[in-house]
């Protein structure tokens, strides 16, 4: 079974817009971690945010708030005010205490910002 | 200041050549890894090292060996390079192996086999 689930392989959004990118996980461990990656068409992974799996407030970093519903274990990013510089593929991954803290990546959505 | 680097970013070799990549970070972080991201951009991870420790080694052919000489660097030696190896490897790097908090990725090698 598939640890983490990116649904959308492409997402549009118009610039200045908010938008969401969906994640859902899969864990039976009790301490693991979420995070969300950015990978501009340069290749570079950058970290955007973490939510730990006890914190009981959504993490918010500037534009990008984690959208964490546990029941449900999705753990999507919502970006504010979008930007072009935003067009990117975004990557969702979880990291399992139990499981060494290895680090399984979903599939990644490929967001593009129109003007 | 680099945190995480990696060299070269681009390798372009002959099928069955042998090639390292090398990596490198000055966080003090006790923990590395490799990771393989192929033509369709999926990610997934070779190995991870804790303090000079090998701790994960998935499924990866044995002509890939990693070697740790230091917490702060991890190397990746690959043997007899086939087709199939083309693809752009990660290194990164976080604090501690147990912890769950961020990697940092470095800029990635591009590796093309011909």
């Known amino acids: 079974a598939q640890k983490i689930t990116q649904t959308q392989p492409g997402m549009f959004v118009q610039e200045k817009e908010a938008v969401t990118l969906d994640c859902t996980y899969d864990t039976s461990d009790q301490s693991y971690g979420l995070f969300w990656y950015k990978q501009p068409s340069s290749g570079e992974m950058i970290f955007l945010i973490y939510?730990?799996?006890?914190?009981?407030q959504n993490a918010t970093e500037g534009r990008y708030s984690l959208n964490f519903q546990k029941a449900r274990k999705s753990a999507n990013l919502v970006i504010s005010a979008s930007q072009l510089g935003d067009s990117a593929m975004y990557f969702c991954?979880?990291?399992?205490?139990?499981?060494?803290?290895?680090?399984?990546f979903g599939d990644g959505t490929t967001l593009t910002v129109k003007p | 200041d680099t945190a995480v680097s990696q060299t070269p970013k681009y390798l372009v070799t002959q099928m069955g050549n042998d090639k390292s990549i090398k990596c490198e970070q000055n966080l003090g972080h006790d923990t590395m890894y490799w990771y393989k991201q192929d033509s369709k951009k999926f990610l997934k991870i070779m190995f991870s090292?804790?303090?000079?420790?090998?701790?994960i080694n998935e499924t990866v052919p044995n002509r890939f060996s990693p070697k740790s000489p230091d917490k702060a660097h991890l190397n990746l030696h690959i043997n007899s390079l086939e087709l199939g190896d083309s693809a752009v490897y990660f290194c990164?790097?976080?604090?501690?192996?147990?912890?769950?908090?961020?990697?940092?990725f470095g800029p990635g090698t591009r590796l093309t086999v011909l």
């Open positions: 991954a979880m990291r399992e205490r139990a499981n060494a803290g290895k680090s399984t």
């Open positions: 939510q730990g799996s006890y914190d009981e």
């Open positions: 090292y804790n303090n000079k420790e090998l701790i």
């Open positions: 990164a790097s976080s604090l501690l192996a147990g912890a769950i908090n961020e990697q940092f």
